[in-house]
């Protein structure tokens, strides 16, 4: 028998006895109690104001494997990038779903023997999160679960209904009784209240209300079910490990339990996996594949694979192309680890400048330590990131990083690097000005606190301080991953946050009339 997933994480913690919460159906689920469902401090303050962007989600899911609890929290903790807030996993065991979630890693959460023994079953699928829609408390904690007509139904979703406000409202009018904040429970009630018989029709019917950008993993008594939306903006992939079917959002997750890649699931698909083997559902009308660029740019772990690209690759690319467009008189380059790492190595080899480390990243800050003043606060870059100083001093320096969001972080790092004695700093944006906010799962401030919307690029280079500021142009991002150039009528990628080209209806955003509910339209 597979044993706990050992995270190598040796800090000292303290255990919890789990007790029983009472399920909606007497024994049709357990419930562990985790720990209590309190506010937690936003992480965001631990990286100056948020001057970051976050993805929000990543899911995974296996069927039929004997070890299911133990993979999927292997497949979690490979994607904890994805999301560092909380983390949640479901089983079901032929008889009973089980759910365990909890705030905080999921090596902090799931690498006890006694948690991965209480979710039981060959089923299982798993969550982590970071949260947009929903605070971040216990009951907005994912997978979600509900008892439906046919038996219990858990979903977890990775991405951002743009209608989801405006779906709940009318779900709320109809006597609905949401009991999070999250966007996903309203997909949950779109299902529950279907007025079709077989449950493949009820998440269908559902499917066709939202709108947005989604990846959905569900499990119930007989099925795990993945779906992706009709452009495929969040990613989703399908595996195999000894001849079970597996969900993930990236490869990376497949890789740390020795699973096969089998294929990408495609824009507007379903994916129902049971007894009878795997089946492929396409219940929207067929449309190019839009996927999110900043799975390339940042989110995405560098070795994973997406759509048949390597991350890894494309974002040294993104270096290189970005040296052929914005060239700079220097003798090092220096990336901002870790994002910028892939990047800087392909801007100093298009370039033919010696790439250094002049920037050492402190990978031991503790996500829990609270600063205790706004000077305090001040520190936390110099906290995760330390100068070179033998590499910096006296040098000119190509300071690359993968993107600005509000600056804050890039006001800090230049004046680091004068303060060890650069004598230039030139910085290089390995992505196109942020310009706009998401709507789709990203974790963007509003547009007015985005620098690169309220800002020239002169007024930027002033801000940050430094010599010279250069942007990769949305082309050069394109032709990175293969393509000439943007195609302006059928674009390749969901690139709204440097564009403004949204490819979706924004019915939360800009409050139009939305369509009616397929069960109250049926009921009239």
Request: aromatic residues 8%; negative net charge; charged residues 25%.
């Amino acid at each position: 028998m597979m044993s706990a997933p050992d995270f190598t994480d040796h800090r000292q913690r303290t255990l919890r006895a789990p007790s029983s919460d009472a399920s909606p159906q007497g024994d049709s689920m357990t419930f562990e109690a985790p720990r209590r469902d309190l506010p937690q401090r936003d992480p965001r303050h631990d990286d100056l104001d948020g001057d970051t962007l976050r993805e929000e989600c990543g899911v995974f899911g296996i069927y039929g494997h004997p070890e299911a609890a133990a993979l999927t929290a292997l497949g979690l903790h490979a994607l904890q990038h994805r999301g560092q807030e909380a983390a949640g996993i479901v089983s079901y065991d032929g008889e009973r779903f089980h759910s365990e979630r909890r705030i905080g890693l999921v090596g902090d959460n799931f690498s006890s023997a006694k948690t991965i023994e209480r979710l039981q079953g060959a089923a299982a699928i798993g969550h982590v999160r970071y949260s947009t829609t929903g605070e971040t408390i216990l009951r907005n904690v994912q997978p979600l679960f509900a008892e439906l007509e046919g038996g219990g139904f858990a979903i977890a979703h990775n991405g951002n209904l743009t209608n989801g406000l405006t779906l709940r409202r009318q779900l709320v009018r109809i006597g609905a009784l949401c009991q999070s904040t999250s966007d996903t429970e309203v997909f949950l009630h779109l299902v529950a209240h279907s007025r079709r018989l077989r449950f493949m029709d009820r998440f269908i019917d559902a499917l066709r209300q939202i709108e947005g950008a989604y990846s959905l993993v569900g499990l119930t008594n007989k099925k795990l079910i993945g779906a992706r939306d009709p452009l495929g903006i969040r990613p989703l992939v399908l595996g195999e490990l000894d001849g079970h079917y597996i969900l993930a959002s990236e490869t990376c997750a497949l890789d740390i339990i020795g699973a096969n890649f089998i294929r990408d699931v495609e824009n507007g698909e379903i994916v129902v996996i049971s007894d009878e083997g795997i089946e492929s559902i396409k219940p929207f009308p067929p449309q190019p594949a839009r996927p999110c660029v900043f799975e390339y740019i940042y989110f995405a772990r560098p070795d994973s694979i997406v759509h048949g690209r390597s991350v890894y690759e494309v974002r040294k690319r993104l270096g290189e192309e970005l040296a052929r467009e914005a060239p700079a008189e220097a003798d090092v380059v220096v990336p901002v680890p870790d994002s910028g790492v892939p990047a800087a190595i392909g801007y100093a080899r298009a370039s033919g400048i010696p790439y250094e480390l002049g920037i050492i990243r402190n990978h031991y800050v503790g996500r829990t330590f609270i600063q205790p003043t706004q000077t305090g606060r001040e520190t936390g870059v110099r906290m995760k990131h330390s100068a070179n100083r033998g590499v910096v001093a006296g040098k000119r320096i190509v300071l690359i990083d993968d993107s600005i969001v509000r600056g804050t972080t890039s006001v800090k790092i230049v004046k680091m690097m004068r303060d060890a004695g650069a004598k230039e700093v030139h910085f290089r944006i390995a992505c196109p000005p942020i310009k706009f906010p998401d709507y789709y799962g990203i974790d963007t401030p509003e547009r007015e606190k985005l620098l690169a919307a309220t800002h020239s690029l002169e007024e930027i280079r002033r801000y940050i301080g430094a010599d010279s500021v250069a942007f990769l142009t949305v082309d050069g991002v394109y032709r990175a991953t293969g393509y000439e150039g943007r195609d302006p009528v059928t674009p390749q990628f969901t690139d709204h946050c440097f564009t403004g080209d949204y490819p979706t209806p924004l019915a939360d955003i800009t409050g139009e009339a939305p369509r009616q509910l397929s069960l109250l339209a049926e009921a009239g």
